[in-house]
Every structure is written in C-alpha cells, then in structure tokens.
C-alpha cells in the first residue's frame, strides 16, 4: 500500500495496524469541511518538538478517554476553541497504533479521505460524552 506521505524507513513501526477504529476524536483547528484539519503536523509544516520524522507525519487522535486527558491537562484558549470530531476509522484507511494515554498515531494510506469517517462534530467534551452515550 502507498502512505499519503513519503514514511522513513520503519515507519509505520512494528506493532502498529491497519483495524478499525471506532469512537476516535480528533481536534480540529480550522473551520469544519477544511482539508487541513485532517493534515499531519509535516504536512502542515509545523514544529514537531521531540517527536520522530515517523510521528509527525502521522494523523494524531485519541480515544474519547484521551480527549478528556487532553482538555483537562491543557486548559488553554488553544484547545478550548477547537471543535472535536468523533470519528469511526475503517479498516483499510491506514496502519495505527495506540500508546497507554489514548494517543493514536495513523498513517493513512494514499487513496483514504479521513472527511468520510466523520461520525459527527461537537464543541464541547461534554457533547462529546452525550454523543458517545446515543452511540452505544
């Protein structure tokens, strides 16, 4: 399969998969319907701090626990402002993997529009869990 980025060599790393991922968030910095808010921080050519040339070009999102972890532990304007999309990964979208704070990183293949597995979209973390609640 072809990535939606040139990966160095051992990226995707081992243990990582290509499964579905159902109920995974990820924040959104632009307005909805834009392209971007499904970009990696390489593609969009921001600052990656300490992380690997492999994790910056994956997509980062989180199960709905580390959304709640995210938000509480970073209380700034920055991601108070953001909207957080629900999503539902199909197998076939790209490798994933998940570390023990509900980060997942997703190297999505070539021919995956991230747009489709949108489930819904919400303000709050507390429309999140409402969300969640119907879902089940």
């Not at 953001?82 to 190297?107: F, Q, V, Y």
Request: net charge neutral; with cysteine.
């Amino acid at each position: 399969m072809n990535y939606e980025e040139d990966l160095p060599i051992n990226c995707p790393p081992n243990g990582a998969e290509d499964k579905e991922r159902t109920s995974v968030c990820r924040f959104l910095p632009y307005p909805e319907g834009d392209a971007r808010n499904f970009y990696s921080h390489h593609k969009l050519g921001k600052k990656t701090g300490n992380a690997t040339e492999c994790r910056a070009k994956s997509l980062s999102l989180f199960n709905s626990r580390g959304v709640q972890v995210v938000v509480a532990a970073k209380k700034t304007a920055f991601f108070k402002k953001m909207k957080i999309c629900l999503m539902n990964i199909p197998r076939g979208a790209g490798k994933s993997i998940e570390d023990a704070t509900g980060h997942i990183d997703l190297w999505m293949f070539a021919d995956y529009d991230p747009s489709q597995s949108v489930v819904s979209v919400v303000d709050t973390v507390e429309e999140l869990d409402q969300g969640l609640a119907h879902a089940k």
